[in-house]
């Protein structure tokens, strides 16, 4: 008897603390998306940040990476900044950079989780430009031509950066100074890019080169291999895409569409 009072003793011991670590957990998940509700920064919820610009239904993550000098930053309306994503301008916090914005990011980008966009003269991102996670942006580089002086006390060579609307930039990609990448331009991941790269094209390697373009005459060189995606059948309204998307797709100050779907439905 003494065995199956211990081993019952045991048995309840363990489904109580099995018990507390389910609760512990829950209340744990619980108020850790309450605080990345709370810590969110937007439009109408900046916390201590005043950045140039903030567009409406722009949010940046919270837990947020470095963000500095952000009066000279500025981020179109509808905007995701994932989490950890640094975002700064100049050297250091508190300095006067001047009337004009430093890093500009179009309305409708996607900034990946610990991705780095450090500017110190001009990084333009056009709208709808995506990334995936831990990407890096600079416009600035250390000099190393004198070879008695630490790299790091070099004089910096600063060169404005530009990545044009539309494009997607892949996982651990590298956007060097001088970079001016054109509209929908694929950059493959972890990939080093450095000056020019046309519109409609495919980048990929470090350094960068162009592994595919669209012409006009003949499309996508060397062809696509993969069959093109099916188009959305006709006739989906508005409000059937935001459901499927799961995003508000509105602009501000746009209606809802519901109105138009009604009068639609009547006269079906």
């Known amino acids: 008897m003494p065995i199956v009072r211990t081993l019952l003793s045991n048995r309840f011991a363990t489904a109580t603390r099995d018990r507390a670590r389910r609760t512990a957990g829950r209340a744990l998940h619980r108020g850790w998306k309450w605080l990345q509700d709370a810590g969110a920064v937007t439009n109408r919820n900046p916390g201590p940040y005043r950045f140039g610009e903030l567009g409406d239904g722009t949010k940046l993550a919270f837990p947020l990476g470095t963000v500095f000098n952000e009066q000279w930053v500025t981020i179109g309306p509808f905007s995701i900044i994932g989490e950890r994503v640094t ?121 960068a080169r162009v592994v595919r373009r669209w012409d006009a005459a003949e499309g996508w060189q060397p062809p696509i291999r993969h069959d093109a995606p099916r188009p959305l059948p006709d006739g989906v309204t508005a409000e059937q895409l935001r459901a499927l998307v799961g995003w508000d ?9 519901s109105a138009a779907d009604e009068q639609v439905a009547g006269e079906r």
């Open 87 to 207: 975002i700064s301008a100049g050297f250091l916090p508190g300095l006067d950079l001047g009337p004009e914005p430093i890093v500009r990011i179009g309305g409708g980008c996607v900034i990946g989780r610990g991705s780095h966009i450090v500017g110190h003269q001009s990084i333009v991102l056009g709208d709808d430009v995506w990334t995936g996670p831990d990407v890096y942006i600079t416009d600035q580089a250390h000099e190393y031509r004198d070879t008695e002086l630490p790299i790091g006390k070099q004089w910096p060579r600063n060169e404005p950066v530009e990545i044009g609307a539309g494009s997607w930039i892949g996982t651990g990609a590298v956007i060097l100074p001088g970079a001016r990448i054109g509209r929908n331009v694929v950059v493959a991941a972890n990939s080093v890019v450095s000056g020019e790269v046309p519109d409609h094209a495919v980048v990929a390697g470090a350094p």
């Open 249 to 257: 797709l509105r602009i501000p100050g746009e209606d809802d569409g």
